[in-house]
Protein backbone atom coordinates (compact mmCIF):
# COMPACT_ATOMS: atom_id res chain seq x y z
CA UNK A 1 0.00 0.00 0.00
CA UNK A 2 1.43 3.90 -1.08
CA UNK A 3 -0.67 5.60 0.72
CA UNK A 4 1.54 5.80 3.72
CA UNK A 5 -1.21 5.10 6.19
CA UNK A 6 -2.97 8.73 4.98
CA UNK A 7 -6.07 6.68 3.36
CA UNK A 8 -8.75 8.85 6.04
CA UNK A 9 -7.21 11.72 4.81
CA UNK A 10 -7.42 10.89 1.00
CA UNK A 11 -10.51 12.62 -1.01
CA UNK A 12 -10.54 11.14 -4.94
CA UNK A 13 -11.26 14.20 -7.35
CA UNK A 14 -10.56 12.62 -10.72
CA UNK A 15 -7.44 10.35 -11.82
CA UNK A 16 -5.65 11.14 -8.74
CA UNK A 17 -5.99 11.66 -4.78
CA UNK A 18 -6.24 14.86 -3.14
CA UNK A 19 -4.64 14.98 0.30
CA UNK A 20 -6.71 17.07 2.73
CA UNK A 21 -6.28 18.07 6.26
CA UNK A 22 -9.73 16.61 6.84
CA UNK A 23 -10.04 13.03 8.35
CA UNK A 24 -13.07 10.87 6.68
CA UNK A 25 -15.62 9.90 8.89
CA UNK A 26 -16.65 7.05 6.78
CA UNK A 27 -16.56 3.73 8.29
CA UNK A 28 -14.60 2.00 4.99
CA UNK A 29 -10.87 2.48 4.56
CA UNK A 30 -11.36 3.63 1.01
CA UNK A 31 -10.36 7.41 0.40
CA UNK A 32 -13.83 9.56 -0.11
CA UNK A 33 -14.83 10.36 -3.34
CA UNK A 34 -15.46 14.29 -4.11
CA UNK A 35 -18.35 13.93 -6.32
CA UNK A 36 -19.12 16.98 -8.27
CA UNK A 37 -15.64 18.03 -8.37
CA UNK A 38 -14.48 14.61 -9.53
CA UNK A 39 -17.28 15.27 -12.91
CA UNK A 40 -16.12 18.35 -13.42
CA UNK A 41 -12.36 17.20 -13.99
CA UNK A 42 -13.09 14.42 -15.32
CA UNK A 43 -15.85 15.42 -17.77
CA UNK A 44 -15.39 18.47 -21.47
CA UNK A 45 -17.03 21.48 -21.52
CA UNK A 46 -20.67 22.04 -23.21
CA UNK A 47 -18.66 23.65 -26.33
CA UNK A 48 -15.32 22.45 -26.92
CA UNK A 49 -14.15 26.25 -28.49
CA UNK A 50 -14.51 26.63 -24.69
CA UNK A 51 -10.95 26.95 -23.55
CA UNK A 52 -8.94 27.12 -20.43
CA UNK A 53 -6.08 29.68 -21.28
CA UNK A 54 -5.93 31.70 -17.75
CA UNK A 55 -6.56 31.62 -14.36
CA UNK A 56 -10.18 33.35 -14.58
CA UNK A 57 -11.19 30.68 -18.01
CA UNK A 58 -10.84 28.18 -15.15
CA UNK A 59 -12.60 29.69 -12.11
CA UNK A 60 -15.07 30.53 -14.62
CA UNK A 61 -15.47 27.04 -15.57
CA UNK A 62 -15.62 25.97 -12.23
CA UNK A 63 -18.30 28.45 -11.45
CA UNK A 64 -20.15 27.44 -14.42
CA UNK A 65 -20.07 23.84 -13.32
CA UNK A 66 -18.50 22.80 -16.60
CA UNK A 67 -16.35 20.05 -17.21
CA UNK A 68 -12.39 21.04 -17.72
CA UNK A 69 -10.69 18.05 -19.14
CA UNK A 70 -10.14 17.69 -22.71
CA UNK A 71 -9.93 14.32 -24.32
CA UNK A 72 -8.12 14.63 -28.25
CA UNK A 73 -8.88 11.89 -30.82
CA UNK A 74 -9.97 9.44 -28.28
CA UNK A 75 -12.75 8.41 -29.73
CA UNK A 76 -10.72 8.57 -33.70
CA UNK A 77 -10.94 5.33 -35.58
CA UNK A 78 -8.73 6.38 -37.53
CA UNK A 79 -6.22 6.52 -34.80
CA UNK A 80 -3.41 3.63 -33.90
CA UNK A 81 -3.64 3.02 -30.10
CA UNK A 82 -1.02 -0.16 -29.20
CA UNK A 83 -2.06 -2.26 -25.84
CA UNK A 84 -0.27 0.05 -23.32
CA UNK A 85 -2.42 2.85 -24.52
CA UNK A 86 -5.32 1.19 -24.21
CA UNK A 87 -4.69 -0.49 -20.68
CA UNK A 88 -3.81 3.18 -19.82
CA UNK A 89 -7.08 4.06 -21.10
CA UNK A 90 -8.80 2.27 -18.42
CA UNK A 91 -7.84 4.17 -15.58
CA UNK A 92 -10.29 6.64 -16.89
CA UNK A 93 -12.80 4.02 -17.72
CA UNK A 94 -12.49 3.52 -13.67
CA UNK A 95 -13.33 7.15 -12.39
CA UNK A 96 -16.67 6.95 -14.71
CA UNK A 97 -17.31 3.72 -12.90
CA UNK A 98 -16.66 5.01 -9.61
CA UNK A 99 -19.20 7.94 -10.32
CA UNK A 100 -21.81 5.88 -12.13
CA UNK A 101 -21.78 3.30 -8.72
CA UNK A 102 -21.74 6.67 -6.37
CA UNK A 103 -24.84 7.08 -8.70
CA UNK A 104 -26.46 3.87 -8.25
CA UNK A 105 -26.51 3.39 -4.38
CA UNK A 106 -27.27 6.71 -3.48
CA UNK A 107 -30.17 7.92 -1.85
CA UNK A 108 -31.21 10.42 -5.16
CA UNK A 109 -34.06 9.96 -7.14
CA UNK A 110 -32.53 10.55 -9.91
CA UNK A 111 -29.20 8.06 -9.52
CA UNK A 112 -30.09 5.87 -12.24
CA UNK A 113 -30.41 8.86 -14.21
CA UNK A 114 -27.25 10.42 -13.76
CA UNK A 115 -25.56 6.76 -13.94
CA UNK A 116 -26.88 6.16 -17.39
CA UNK A 117 -25.90 9.83 -18.18
CA UNK A 118 -21.83 9.70 -16.60
CA UNK A 119 -21.91 5.98 -18.83
CA UNK A 120 -22.92 7.63 -21.57
CA UNK A 121 -20.47 10.04 -21.94
CA UNK A 122 -17.36 7.65 -20.96
CA UNK A 123 -18.47 5.66 -24.18
CA UNK A 124 -18.90 9.00 -26.17
CA UNK A 125 -15.16 10.18 -25.09
CA UNK A 126 -13.80 6.45 -25.51
CA UNK A 127 -15.84 4.23 -27.67
CA UNK A 128 -15.68 0.55 -27.26
CA UNK A 129 -14.88 0.22 -31.71
CA UNK A 130 -11.92 2.73 -30.82
CA UNK A 131 -10.82 1.53 -27.27
CA UNK A 132 -11.79 -1.63 -26.29
CA UNK A 133 -12.33 -2.43 -22.88
CA UNK A 134 -9.20 -5.04 -22.28
CA UNK A 135 -10.85 -6.62 -19.55
CA UNK A 136 -13.62 -9.01 -21.12
CA UNK A 137 -15.34 -9.34 -17.45
CA UNK A 138 -14.82 -5.40 -16.82
CA UNK A 139 -17.12 -5.38 -20.16
CA UNK A 140 -19.64 -7.59 -18.84
CA UNK A 141 -19.48 -5.55 -15.25
CA UNK A 142 -20.20 -2.16 -17.18
CA UNK A 143 -23.47 -3.85 -18.33
CA UNK A 144 -24.94 -4.57 -15.36
CA UNK A 145 -24.30 -1.51 -14.04
CA UNK A 146 -25.94 -0.04 -17.11
CA UNK A 147 -28.96 -2.92 -16.91
CA UNK A 148 -29.03 -1.98 -12.74
CA UNK A 149 -29.63 1.57 -13.60
CA UNK A 150 -33.00 0.72 -16.16
CA UNK A 151 -30.34 0.02 -19.28
CA UNK A 152 -30.46 -3.85 -20.07
CA UNK A 153 -30.35 -3.45 -23.59
CA UNK A 154 -26.74 -2.46 -23.02
CA UNK A 155 -25.41 -5.36 -20.85
CA UNK A 156 -26.97 -7.99 -23.71
CA UNK A 157 -25.23 -5.98 -26.64
CA UNK A 158 -22.08 -6.16 -24.66
CA UNK A 159 -22.16 -9.79 -24.00
CA UNK A 160 -22.50 -10.27 -28.04
CA UNK A 161 -19.39 -8.15 -28.54
CA UNK A 162 -17.56 -10.26 -25.38
CA UNK A 163 -18.99 -13.57 -27.34
CA UNK A 164 -16.92 -12.64 -30.48
CA UNK A 165 -13.51 -12.21 -28.50
CA UNK A 166 -10.81 -14.92 -28.66
CA UNK A 167 -9.18 -14.61 -25.38
CA UNK A 168 -11.80 -15.22 -22.61
CA UNK A 169 -11.71 -17.66 -19.75
CA UNK A 170 -13.88 -20.45 -19.88
CA UNK A 171 -14.78 -18.90 -16.31
CA UNK A 172 -16.33 -16.21 -18.33
CA UNK A 173 -17.45 -18.18 -21.46
CA UNK A 174 -19.72 -20.27 -18.34
CA UNK A 175 -20.93 -16.23 -16.59
CA UNK A 176 -22.27 -14.91 -19.53
CA UNK A 177 -24.38 -18.16 -20.48
CA UNK A 178 -25.76 -17.95 -16.84
CA UNK A 179 -26.37 -13.79 -17.40
CA UNK A 180 -28.72 -15.15 -20.38
CA UNK A 181 -30.53 -17.74 -18.65
CA UNK A 182 -31.38 -15.99 -14.58
CA UNK A 183 -30.75 -12.37 -15.57
CA UNK A 184 -32.72 -12.18 -18.83
CA UNK A 185 -34.47 -15.69 -18.72
CA UNK A 186 -33.96 -15.57 -22.37
CA UNK A 187 -33.08 -19.40 -22.73
CA UNK A 188 -32.71 -19.90 -26.57
CA UNK A 189 -29.57 -17.47 -26.34
CA UNK A 190 -28.68 -19.12 -23.05
CA UNK A 191 -28.62 -22.52 -25.07
CA UNK A 192 -27.20 -21.42 -28.02
CA UNK A 193 -24.43 -20.35 -25.94
CA UNK A 194 -23.84 -23.40 -24.06
CA UNK A 195 -24.31 -25.66 -27.26
CA UNK A 196 -21.33 -23.65 -29.12
CA UNK A 197 -19.53 -24.34 -26.20
CA UNK A 198 -20.31 -28.13 -26.00
CA UNK A 199 -19.21 -28.49 -29.25
CA UNK A 200 -16.10 -26.99 -29.18
CA UNK A 201 -15.09 -28.52 -25.28
CA UNK A 202 -17.58 -31.78 -25.45
CA UNK A 203 -14.94 -33.35 -22.81
CA UNK A 204 -15.81 -30.58 -19.97
CA UNK A 205 -19.04 -32.04 -18.03
CA UNK A 206 -20.09 -28.25 -16.89
CA UNK A 207 -21.24 -27.22 -19.97
CA UNK A 208 -23.18 -30.51 -20.33
CA UNK A 209 -24.91 -30.00 -17.06
CA UNK A 210 -25.66 -26.21 -18.00
CA UNK A 211 -26.54 -26.98 -21.40
CA UNK A 212 -29.01 -29.57 -19.90
CA UNK A 213 -30.20 -27.02 -16.99
CA UNK A 214 -31.10 -24.38 -20.20
CA UNK A 215 -32.91 -27.24 -21.77
CA UNK A 216 -35.12 -28.02 -18.88
CA UNK A 217 -36.02 -24.14 -18.36
CA UNK A 218 -36.86 -24.02 -21.80
CA UNK A 219 -39.30 -26.67 -21.84
CA UNK A 220 -37.17 -28.56 -24.12
CA UNK A 221 -36.75 -32.05 -21.91
CA UNK A 222 -36.46 -34.65 -24.89
CA UNK A 223 -33.40 -32.61 -25.81
CA UNK A 224 -31.97 -33.02 -22.46
CA UNK A 225 -32.74 -36.25 -21.63
CA UNK A 226 -31.30 -37.37 -25.13
CA UNK A 227 -28.07 -35.55 -24.15
CA UNK A 228 -27.79 -36.69 -20.77
CA UNK A 229 -28.19 -40.62 -22.04
CA UNK A 230 -25.53 -40.25 -25.17
CA UNK A 231 -22.93 -38.52 -22.33
CA UNK A 232 -24.13 -41.66 -19.75
CA UNK A 233 -23.50 -44.06 -22.39
CA UNK A 234 -19.13 -42.79 -22.07
CA UNK A 235 -19.55 -41.66 -18.86
CA UNK A 236 -21.86 -44.53 -16.63
CA UNK A 237 -20.70 -43.33 -12.97
CA UNK A 238 -21.42 -39.55 -13.59
CA UNK A 239 -23.27 -38.94 -10.05
CA UNK A 240 -24.73 -35.58 -11.74
CA UNK A 241 -25.35 -36.48 -14.89
CA UNK A 242 -27.48 -39.57 -13.77
CA UNK A 243 -29.03 -37.30 -11.06
CA UNK A 244 -30.45 -34.33 -14.25
CA UNK A 245 -31.46 -37.60 -16.15
CA UNK A 246 -33.76 -38.81 -12.62
CA UNK A 247 -35.51 -35.51 -12.03
CA UNK A 248 -36.13 -34.83 -16.24
CA UNK A 249 -37.72 -38.48 -16.62
CA UNK A 250 -39.70 -39.53 -13.38
CA UNK A 251 -41.20 -42.48 -12.81
CA UNK A 252 -44.90 -43.40 -14.47
CA UNK A 253 -47.16 -43.08 -11.90
CA UNK A 254 -49.12 -46.32 -10.85
Given at each position: ?5 L????E????V ?22 V????V??D ?17 K ?35 L????S?D ?26 D??L???I ?6 A ?16 K???L ?13 F ?7 E ?28 RS ?11 S ?10 L ?9
Open positions: NNRMGDNYLMEGLYKVTFEESSSTTSMPRLNYDRMQNITAPSSQMIVNPDDYRDHINAYGIYRYTNLDNPDVYFNENIQRLIQNYRSSFLQLGQNLYSEDGKANTLEILDKMDDYFPQNVIPTTAEDIQGRIYMQGKPEELKNRLKEVQKRDISETQMYIGQIYMNEQDYDAAIHYENLWDEYPYIPDFLYTLVQAYAKAEREAVELLELWLRHPNDSQAIDWSILTPPPTQ
